[in-house]
């Protein structure tokens, strides 16, 4: 059974950073593209960041863009990422999701619909 399994959050004041990590150890996970999806009380699930299967190409939602850097290591099975400057609208339950995709170039949708596994998620709390 292919689980994710999500670890890293927890609360810090504004400014400060986290590293999220994600660990699949019962997936083919160099197969698969990886992403990180956030979701705060009473909004909808929203795209954070995607990283591809090779080639370490990546895509990031614009409110992240140059504070957030994802990253995999295949060898581990576990994709990170990377939280600096952080603010209070980055509070939210962060979980990483993996699609299979043929081409080691690509990353992931901006739309969960795609994604076939999830983790269960890992609270992120910022405040000033």
């Known amino acids: 059974q292919v689980q994710l399994v999500e670890s890293g959050g927890g609360s810090v004041q504004v400014g400060n950073s986290l590293r999220l990590s994600c660990a699949a150890p019962?997936?083919?996970?160099?197969?698969?593209?990886m992403s990180w999806f956030r979701q705060a009380p009473g909004k909808e699930r929203e795209f954070v960041a995607s990283i591809s299967r090779g080639f370490g190409i990546t895509k990031y939602a614009t409110s992240v863009e140059g504070r957030f850097t994802i990253s995999r290591d295949n060898s581990k099975n576990t994709v990170y990422l990377q939280m600096n400057s952080l603010k209070s609208e980055d509070t939210g339950l962060y979980s990483c999701?993996?699609?299979?995709?043929?081409?080691?170039?690509?990353?992931?949708?901006?739309?969960?619909?795609?994604?076939?596994?999830w983790g269960q998620g890992t609270q992120v709390t910022v405040s000033s």
């Open positions: 019962a997936l083919t996970f160099n197969n698969y593209v």
């Open positions: 999701a993996a699609v299979f995709m043929s081409s080691h170039r690509a990353t992931g949708s901006r739309e969960p619909g795609p994604y076939r596994y």
